[in-house]
């Protein structure tokens, strides 16, 4: 009997589950490959609606952005779809949009990117908008939307600076550049490197290891070092402080602490 569930959101938009490999695992997978996974109005909807349903899903104790094209993580926004659009249409475009990239960002457990080839503008800020990014040596990395007359509209100019500082950050962004994965490593854009092939498979496995942890501790974390950004050190520790509250009255907590001195795995209540 097979382990393996699929729901689509609309045409290009999957979630894929496999509970015999990794359980509390879903993999949001981007599935336009005959357009590199460009984000049209239509994947920018279906992946809207796919991250409502995985945030109430308390299942799920972390998701993996994947690709479903091998040469290409995304390459940003649909410009054929967006050079068809009249200024009202661009206009009516945009709330869908922000939602896909805005779903991501606030997924409330902990987010994986797995990037291969091309990841570029949108695509690139989709990554951007994981806690953490794998990538493989044939990654290519960036925001080149002034290069087209525009500025990057998934949150890249207010997460690249939180990932490597604001002038590189500028750099990167008023030159347009593409930066290949050498270089990707050297600064930063990427956490975690995998061999040829493997960025998915090691996003994976990274994924099942921190599934393994609490769910409530891993939820309560994340909005603690996201609801932190930006605050100075008093008020990040009052974060803190009430992040933690919630999780040291839970369920998990008491769980966790009999499974440490009874010297077995913990079986996480996830309340």
């Known amino acids: 009997m ?56 308390r299942d799920v104790r972390v998701t993996v952005l994947t690709s479903s094209n091998d040469r290409a993580f995304c390459v940003g926004a649909d410009l054929k779809e967006r050079n068809s659009l009249t200024d009202a249409e661009l206009g009516r475009h945009r709330p869908t949009a922000r939602a896909a990239y805005t779903g991501v960002l606030e997924l409330p457990m902990p987010t ?68 290949e994965a050498a270089e990707a490593r050297e600064l930063g854009l990427v956490d975690r490197w995998a061999d040829p092939g493997e960025d998915r498979a090691e996003a994976l496995a990274l994924a099942a290891r921190i599934a393994g942890n609490s769910p409530v501790g891993l939820r309560a974390a994340k909005r603690a070092l996201r609801t932190g950004w930006g605050l100075d050190l008093r008020a990040g520790l009052e974060v803190e402080d009430a992040a933690w509250r919630t999780v040291a009255f839970s369920g998990d907590r008491t769980e966790g602490v009999a499974a440490f001195n009874e010297k077995r795995k913990p079986r996480w209540p996830g309340e």
């Open 112 to 179: 994986i990117a797995a990037v291969h080839g091309y990841a570029l503008g949108g695509g690139f800020e989709l990554a951007l908008s994981c806690d953490l990014i794998v990538a493989d040596p044939s990654a290519v990395l960036g925001l080149p939307e002034v290069s087209v007359g525009v500025i990057p509209g998934g949150g890249g100019t207010q997460l690249l600076p939180r990932r490597v500082g604001a002038a590189r950050a500028a750099e990167l962004i008023f030159t347009a550049r593409r930066v």
């Open 2 to 57: 097979s382990t393996v569930s699929e729901e689509r959101y609309g045409e290009s938009i999957v979630v894929r589950k496999d509970a015999g490999a990794a359980p509390h695992v879903a993999e949001l997978v981007l599935d336009r490959p005959e357009a590199l996974n460009a984000v049209s109005s239509e994947v920018a909807a279906g992946l809207a609606e796919a991250c409502t349903a995985l945030a109430d899903d």
